[in-house]
């Protein structure tokens, strides 16, 4: 298994139902698991925006992003590109998981072909709140995983589960030091995927959430369709992805499937954003 995680292959996670809620816990390291066993090794190619807006809703950044994935091949890459609102190339990261080494990066500024230093991954891309460390949820490779509970998430009753680095991890994270802790997230009982995680200081403070707020699914997959970041209470960055392998995410084909599968999310309360 990479011992890089990349969040193109976590838009895709299995629908087939597990376990009954009677049934024993799983342990965390066995969630965690079946959450990476759920990603898909064919060619994946996504297009989509990034919007970094304060609460009330006044837009401070808007960008565009490509990720090209390619997990299933000999030798298996992901490669994100970020442009501004009119399409220009600003930054692109390639990864190159090795199962024996962890990742290999790359990075290039621009157009330019040429190589430039690779960023620290924890630090914001393109004055967003959305990390290259985000974009590789490298956490759920963490070899120290605890359910701590259950919780109900817009509607659905997940595990919850604590990660935690052990000095083997960090080592493997890439460049830059992590600022977490630890990790809490919330895995779907039924589907066993990922809804929402919440990085933790050394003191147990919140420093960073991360939300799916939607999901639809397509043929046999949950796509997730929406995902919003979070580190500074008076903005969120909001990540949406437009465009899978050349169609339209938004477009429905009618299915009973997808109509069906839309609002699996129930909807957020309304909050207060002055």
Known sequence: MFRCLLIAAWLFCSGVLRANQDDPVPSGQELISD??????????DLKGDILCRKRHGIPLKELKFEVRMRLGEEKPSVVYKIMDAFGRHLETLAVAPDPAKGCAYSCKKGDSEEDAPVPN????????????????????????????????VRGRRCFVVLVSPASSDCAAAGTGATPYAAVRVWIDEKLHFMLQAQGLDANGREIRTLWVRSVKKMGERWMVKDIEVQSDPSRRTKLTVREINGTDSAASGGSRDEQATEDVLQPEPVQDTR
Request: net charge negative.
């Open 35 to 44: 959450v990476l066993a759920q990603f898909p090794s064919d060619p994946i």
């Open 121 to 152: 991954l924890f630090e914001p891309i393109q004055e967003t709140d959305i990390t290259w460390a985000d974009l590789s949820l490298g956490f759920l490779r963490w070899t120290n995983a605890t359910v701590t509970g259950r919780q109900e």
